[in-house]
């Protein structure tokens, strides 16, 4: 289980990497949960689901991406389970997303995003249209 202490150090990574995000976070979540890694790194994905689906910017969604490929690269097994539960699952979402973070995310991130896709919950994403 993620330490409340490493959980608020991820979530200051997150927010210094994609300031944009900080923004929409402090006047979408409850100022009590605002540090909280599982209730800021799922909402994280739906974030950049929009801006996916709007086209851009470009340079926001390459730095979010960049940015959990980085976090994926560690060895902490934690910080792991905490993407994948929230911001890659919530990335199997439809044929768009899913073949955009195939092609953005690498190395340690996109084996986890297979191994979601792929598991019992998501059965291959053969629902993606």
Do not use: H
Not at 8 to 35: G, H, M, R, S
Not at 49 to 55: F, Q
Request: glycine share 6%; hydrophobic share 40%.
């Amino acid at each position: 289980m993620l330490s409340i202490l490493l959980g608020e150090k991820i979530v200051d990574q997150l927010y210094l990497a994609i300031p944009e995000f900080e923004k929409y976070a402090l006047e979408n979540t409850d100022p009590k949960f605002i540090k909280n890694a599982y209730l800021v790194y799922d909402p994280f994905g739906s974030f950049l689901k929009d801006w996916i689906w709007k086209g851009g910017p470009i340079g926001l969604i390459d730095r979010s991406y960049s940015f959990i490929n980085s976090l994926c690269e560690t060895d902490d097994k934690d910080i792991k389970e905490l993407l994948r539960v929230t911001f890659l699952e919530s990335m199997v979402d439809t044929k768009k997303v899913i073949d955009l973070s195939r092609s953005k995310l690498k190395g340690e991130a996109l084996i986890i995003f297979e191994e979601v896709i792929n598991g019992p919950m998501f059965d291959g994403a053969k629902y993606a249209k």
